[in-house]
């Protein structure tokens, strides 16, 4: 009788210990899944290359996409609230302003992101870095843009949550830049 009682203690003491395990790995990972999708950072620079992509691509500068096209493109990547944050506070314009004030070209080359935290809520910080290309017929420049960046999932889906700069001053511009 007693080794079966000393038999039966451990199988629970193992048990225990199993079901503390499962949770640990849970916990652990915790910050970085949400809703089911693991956050990667290839697929966090996908979403975020797109997002650039879509905002600051001037292919003509004689007639750049209007903030109205550059917001109906940006929307997918970006949570409503911030979405409605950048279009009261103007954003989707200065890529068509900076085109037209130079008359040149602007393309983005590469984004890299590095990431800072993950927090409770499931989003991700990250410090980014933005290449742009700006040119025309006669001449080429890069400009490096530097910032910050927060990624969250909803309805399974990479969203920007937040995403702010310093800006970068672009030549020929009389105050300001991207």
């Given at each position: 009788m007693k080794g079966i009682g000393v038999a039966i203690i451990k199988k629970i003491i193992g048990l225990l210990f199993l079901i503390v395990l499962i949770n640990g790995v849970v916990a652990c990972n915790k910050d970085v899944v949400k809703e089911g999708k693991m956050v990667t950072l290839e697929d966090a620079e996908k979403l975020f290359k797109g997002y650039s992509t879509e905002l600051y691509t001037i292919k003509d500068p004689a007639t750049p996409p209007t903030s109205d096209d550059i917001a109906k493109n940006?929307?997918?990547?970006?949570?409503?609230?911030?979405?409605?944050?950048e279009i009261a506070n103007r954003k989707f314009q200065i890529p068509e302003l900076v085109a037209k004030q130079i008359n040149k070209s602007i393309e983005v080359q590469d984004v890299t992101l590095e990431e800072q935290s993950k927090n409770d809520d499931g989003t991700i910080d990250y410090l980014y870095t933005t290449k742009f290309k700006v040119y025309d017929d006669t001449s080429s420049k890069l400009y490096e843009k530097e910032g910050e960046l927060t990624i969250t999932t909803i309805n399974d889906e990479l969203k920007i949550k937040r995403e702010w700069s310093r800006g970068v001053e672009i030549?020929?511009?009389d105050v300001g830049g991207l």
């Open positions: 940006i929307k997918v990547y970006l949570t409503e609230e911030h979405y409605n944050a030549d020929g511009m």
